[in-house]
């Protein structure tokens, strides 16, 4: 070997050495080898001891502490449960109510009343035809504050419900035939007059019960109310009342005779003072359910899935109601089981 | 011919001496196999600090979850299934490929989540490992298309063990960046868990519009979200805070046909 080969073989040889010290050093750098404050296996097994011996305390602390908390009372025993606080479902309760209360609207159209008859003087003057026709009481309901009562599986409910507010019209159709036998005599004659009022503001107290019952999914809130019947009183407007006196006065004169016999505003006046009766539907008022429940289909890598699911009973204590669910999962032929305990 | 021979024996030996090199520059037996322990750790803080909040809250003489609030109870077992079902896992990280396929949660303190599955080099089939991904369920939310609780599954540590091929020859540093590395990408990737508890936002009414009595349809909305998370008792308990708006009408549904 010569002198020359040997010169460049140890230059090689320490360039070689310098990279791969080089080399070492931005590797450990990279990795943080040897930062000054990395742990030891030795440091971290101590903190996990005292991180164990802390957690054992904590552990038995609270199991200590958790069970003196009287909102989990009654708690079902079952992987999924639910409690919506009464104070909750009171609050969703009293403005469903108050809510749903509000949007009723009564409605009567084409009430009718005909009387026919024969204006007799000695001889038939003539025949009439009166027809009043409501043609539209609309009132509106408005509900007071609920008074609710949480036992059982029952929340015994109690509310005024107020005939708050509405309008009525009529019209008053009055036809008279007049025979024509010589003399003065009144002839045909046909009033058509409109006559409008105002309803009469009326309180109905109503209690019935809301019955919570558990389905697959939810806790259902079904009203369970009495028939109601509200009567409609209308009070006649008095320009309107006073508007078709006059049309009617205007006519008197040798009519004056078969308007008296006949008393059209009488006759109106005992049509409205008799009022309207109107049922309300309460048993189509719909079971509405609480916001929060069990989910049966889950998406699992994008399929939806329905889950086995067993609702235990509702249990409904000072501070809430209670939904247990035992629910597994099934993905294919491999269905979970564990936590549906068996039937 | 001897020549090459001692050709061969020369790279074989630099070869060797690389490798060595490389293995004993991530080498140090003072700080080597950290990353179980690191794992455990991790666990353990979580869980001890959700215990300490949880124990300081309770001994304030405040209720476990918000009084007002809905409170939706899991159990850690079906919580476990619920994330089996979405198993087995496979992503690709870098070099390597991780297929997840068990599960383990508890719900002491922390709502922690371990996942097991195996790492492979992609290039390199026979190189493979068993890794163990250490998280929580994180960030437990209303996913408002479904209506339904999901989570996030945070990865805080993994770790790789049971490493075969010539893998085994790399030092705990190296295996623990490996896992790093792993744990920082599969982290993003990890799916939503779902919980099969359903909030619904809104409680609705069906208009009645047959006789003399009409009820409008009518719909009250509900302002939802989870306001708090507790994992005790092997149970993970949810609380949703509901806030009724005022009703409003529903709006009629379109005339058939869309005509006017």
């Known amino acids: 070997m010569t002198r020359t080969r040997i010169l460049v073989a140890t230059a090689v040889v320490m360039i070689l050495a310098l990279v791969t010290v080089a080399g070492i050093a931005l590797y450990r750098r990279t990795l943080g080898l040897d930062r000054r404050d990395r742990e030891t296996p030795e440091m971290i097994s101590r903190q996990i001891v005292a991180l164990d011996t802390e957690r054992a305390a904590l552990r038995a602390k609270l199991e200590d502490l958790i069970v003196r908390d009287p909102r989990l009372t009654g708690m079902p025993d079952t992987p999924v449960r639910v409690a919506v606080p009464t104070t909750l479902a009171r609050d969703l309760v009293e403005r469903v109510i108050a809510g749903v209360a509000d949007q009723v609207t009564l409605e009567l159209r084409n009430i009718r009343v005909?009387?026919?008859?024969?204006v007799r003087r000695v001889v038939t003057l003539g025949t009439y035809d009166l027809t009043v026709t409501v043609d539209r009481v609309l009132a509106r309901l408005r509900a007071g504050t609920p008074r609710l009562t949480f036992g059982s599986n029952r929340v015994a409910v109690a509310l005024p419900l107020t005939l708050a507010s509405g309008t009525g019209r009529a019209t008053v159709d009055f036809r008279w035939d007049g025979r024509t036998i010589g003399g003065a005599v009144c002839g045909d004659m046909h009033i058509t007059q409109p006559v409008t009022g105002t309803v009469v503001p009326r309180t109905y107290p109503l209690s019935g019960a809301l019955e919570l019952t558990a389905?697959?999914?939810?806790?259902?809130?079904?009203?369970?109310?009495?028939?109601?019947?509200?009567?409609?009183?209308?009070?006649?407007?008095a320009e309107s009342w006073a508007a078709a006196q006059k049309i009617i006065d205007d006519k008197r004169g040798l009519c004056g005779f078969v308007l008296d016999r006949v008393d059209i505003m009488g006759v109106v006046d005992r049509l409205i003072e008799r009022g309207f009766d109107v049922r309300i539907p309460t048993e189509k008022v719909t079971a509405m359910a609480l916001p929060v429940g069990v989910e049966p289909t889950l998406l699992v890598r994008g399929e939806p899935v329905a889950l086995g699911i067993r609702v235990g009973d509702l249990t409904i204590t000072e501070h809430a109601i209670w939904l247990g669910a035992h629910v597994s999962v099934a993905i294919g032929d491999q269905a979970i089981t564990k936590t549906a305990p068996p039937d | 011919m001897a020549a090459r021979a001692v050709g061969r024996h020369r790279a074989g030996l630099l070869a060797a001496a690389l490798t060595g090199v490389v293995t004993l520059a991530g080498c140090d037996a003072g700080y080597d196999g950290g990353g179980g322990l690191r794992a455990q750790r991790v666990v353990l803080e979580r869980e001890v600090e959700g215990l300490r909040a949880m124990v300081q809250r309770l001994e304030r003489g405040e209720p476990m979850l918000p009084p007002n609030d809905v409170a939706v109870g899991v159990d850690e077992a079906l919580v476990r299934d619920l994330i089996v079902a979405q198993l087995p896992f496979e992503t690709d990280v870098d070099r390597f490929h991780v297929r997840l396929t068990g599960a383990d949660v508890q719900f002491r303190g922390s709502p922690t989540v371990q996942l097991r599955g195996r790492l492979q080099v992609r290039d390199q089939p026979d190189l493979t490992a068993a890794?163990?991904?250490?998280?929580?369920?994180d960030d437990v939310r209303i996913d408002h298309a479904s209506s339904t609780l999901e989570a996030t599954v945070a990865a805080d540590h993994l770790t790789i063990a049971e490493v075969t091929g010539v893998a085994q020859f790399l030092s705990g540093s190296t295996i623990d960046e490996v896992a790093r590395l792993v744990r920082i990408e599969i982290g993003a990737k990890l799916p939503t868990i779902r919980i099969p508890v359903k909030v619904q936002e809104a409680i609705a009414f069906p208009a009645v519009t047959d006789g003399p009595v009409r009820v409008d349809g009518a719909r009250m909305p509900l302002e939802v979200a989870v306001s708090q998370v507790v994992a005790a008792r092997g149970r993970l308990w949810v609380s949703v805070s509901v806030t009724p708006g005022a009703f409003a009408p529903l709006e009629a549904p379109p005339a058939a046909g869309g005509r006017r």
Do not use: K, M, S, Y
Request: glycine content about 6%; cysteine-free; overall charge positive.
């Open chain 2, 131 to 137: 890794v163990t991904l250490f998280g929580a369920l």
């Open chain 1, 215 to 237: 389905t697959d999914a939810e806790i259902r809130v079904q009203p369970r109310l009495p028939r109601l019947r509200v009567h409609i009183d209308v009070n006649p407007a």
């Open chain 1, 114 to 118: 005909r009387r026919t008859g024969t």
